[in-house]
């Protein structure tokens, strides 16, 4: 069934969501760094969007943390529940992150994604990114990070 989804500014409401969806289907592993309190934080800060895809009954199928340097963006947080997966929903999410990026005078997006974490990198590689360092040890000294950019004055 097709179902259809509402890409917004995330709300006081959708906190918990939010962070339990970190916890669950991003920090597996590595301790639970984003519970209510740091996202409540980004959602209160102005130089972070927190975006959300609300499903047709109103809950976050998945959302993105984006903070704003000077020129450049850093994608701090970034998931999809499961279940809705492969539908188009995590590339229609990083499109509006970036347009308001762009919108803000944002010129580079970076990231960091678990080295092992095919999907995210494939997912990132289809969505114009590139792979630009690996840095050792990132998560908690366990598990290394690829680093990932997209400059977005590039057309
Ligand atoms: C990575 C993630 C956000 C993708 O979300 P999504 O809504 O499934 O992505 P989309 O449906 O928009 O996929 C867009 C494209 O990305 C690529 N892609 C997405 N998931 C993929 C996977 N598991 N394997 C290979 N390619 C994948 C494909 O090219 C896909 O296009 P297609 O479905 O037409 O082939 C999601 O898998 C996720 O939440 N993973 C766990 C959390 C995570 O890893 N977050 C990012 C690191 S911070």
Same mark, same amino acid.
């Given at each position: 069934m097709h179902r259809t989804y509402?890409?917004?500014l995330a709300q006081a409401r959708d906190i918990p969501r939010i962070a339990a969806?970190?916890?669950?289907?991003?920090?597996?592993?590595?301790?639970?760094?984003?519970?209510? @309190?740091?996202?409540?934080r980004c959602v209160r800060d102005r130089a972070t969007n927190v975006a959300v895809a609300r499903d047709v009954d109103g809950a976050p199928a998945g959302f993105g943390i984006m903070k704003? @340097?000077?020129?450049?963006a850093h994608l701090l947080l970034f998931g999809v529940a499961p279940a809705q997966r492969r539908r188009g929903i995590g590339a229609a999410l990083l499109a509006w992150?970036?347009?308001?990026?762009?919108?803000? @005078?944002?010129?580079l997006v970076f990231l960091e994604a678990r080295a092992g974490n095919v999907a995210a990198r494939?997912?990132?590689r289809s969505r114009g990114y590139r792979e630009l360092t690996v840095l050792r040890g990132y998560y908690r000294?366990?598990?290394?990070?690829v680093r990932l950019g997209k400059d977005l004055t590039e057309k």
């Amino acid at each position: 069934m097709h179902r259809t989804y509402t890409i917004e500014l995330a709300q006081a409401r959708d906190i918990p969501r939010i962070a339990a969806m970190s916890r669950e289907f991003i920090e597996q592993g590595l301790g639970w760094r984003w519970g209510p @309190g740091a996202v409540q934080r980004c959602v209160r800060d102005r130089a972070t969007n927190v975006a959300v895809a609300r499903d047709v009954d109103g809950a976050p199928a998945g959302f993105g943390i984006m903070k704003y @340097g000077v020129t450049d963006a850093h994608l701090l947080l970034f998931g999809v529940a499961p279940a809705q997966r492969r539908r188009g929903i995590g590339a229609a999410l990083l499109a509006w992150l970036e347009a308001s990026a762009v919108t803000a @005078g944002i010129e580079l997006v970076f990231l960091e994604a678990r080295a092992g974490n095919v999907a995210a990198r494939e997912f990132y590689r289809s969505r114009g990114y590139r792979e630009l360092t690996v840095l050792r040890g990132y998560y908690r000294g366990q598990e290394d990070a690829v680093r990932l950019g997209k400059d977005l004055t590039e057309k």
